[in-house]
């Protein structure tokens, strides 16, 4: 009892001298830094200057928003000009798809035209003959540069997928299933079976 009330003399005398614990002084720190006169955030900032930087962010985020807005409006307003664009070329070159062609036919229909003139005025018939001849080359000239060509039949085994069979024959002159007589021709486009020729075929 008598060494409790010497130590709390002590302490006592300790704390008069100005040797205050380090948990006192700790705790005094503390209530320092939670008084009202220092009201300052962890980063150093009182609330009103806070304030301040979030709205400066939150205004730079907002202008950021609306540039990104007005681009996106640019490019959404070019992709309409293109797709418009696009679709009318589209639309051109399927409706003048066979300009060229009708091009390089207009000389052959120039030659009919003067053809069927000179019978009103020559009795020819050779020379008639002979330019209708020669028309019909012209004509086959040009639709040969476009991929025209036509499709061997005669002779040739009977393929249903250039051929179409429209009566059988028979005979001794051809092997079975060969084609014998070519009704009416058929032609390629190129590597595509434009009319498959209409054929007699033996049995």
């Not at 002590?10 to 006192?24: L, N, P, R, V």
């Not at 681009?71 to 070159?93: M, V």
């Not at 009708?102 to 229909?109: E, K, S």
């Amino acid at each position: 009892m008598i060494y409790f009330m010497k130590t709390r003399e002590t302490d006592k005398s300790w704390e008069k001298k100005g040797y205050a614990s380090e948990a006192s002084k700790a705790d005094s720190r503390q209530s320092a830094g939670d008084s009202p006169d220092n009201p300052e955030t962890e980063s150093g900032l009182t609330p009103e200057e806070k304030l301040v930087e979030t709205e400066a962010e939150l205004e730079t985020a907002k202008n950021q928003a609306a540039d990104y807005y007005a681009h996106l409006q640019r490019l959404q307003a070019e992709f309409d000009n293109y797709r418009k664009r696009t679709q009318k070329e589209k639309e051109d070159i399927s409706k003048y798809a066979a300009e060229s062609l009708i091009g390089a036919i207009l000389p052959v229909l120039d030659n009919f035209e003067r053809a069927l003139d000179s019978v009103q005025t020559s009795q020819d018939v050779v020379a008639y003959a002979q330019g209708v001849e020669m028309i019909f080359r012209q004509l086959h000239d040009i639709l040969a540069k476009e991929g025209l060509a036509a499709i061997e039949a005669v002779g040739q085994s009977f393929d249903p997928n250039i051929h179409e069979a429209i009566l059988p024959v028979t005979t001794d002159e051809y092997p079975e299933n060969t084609v014998v007589e070519e009704v009416q021709k058929g032609y390629y486009l190129k590597d595509r079976v434009l009319r498959p020729s209409m054929v007699k075929v033996s049995c």
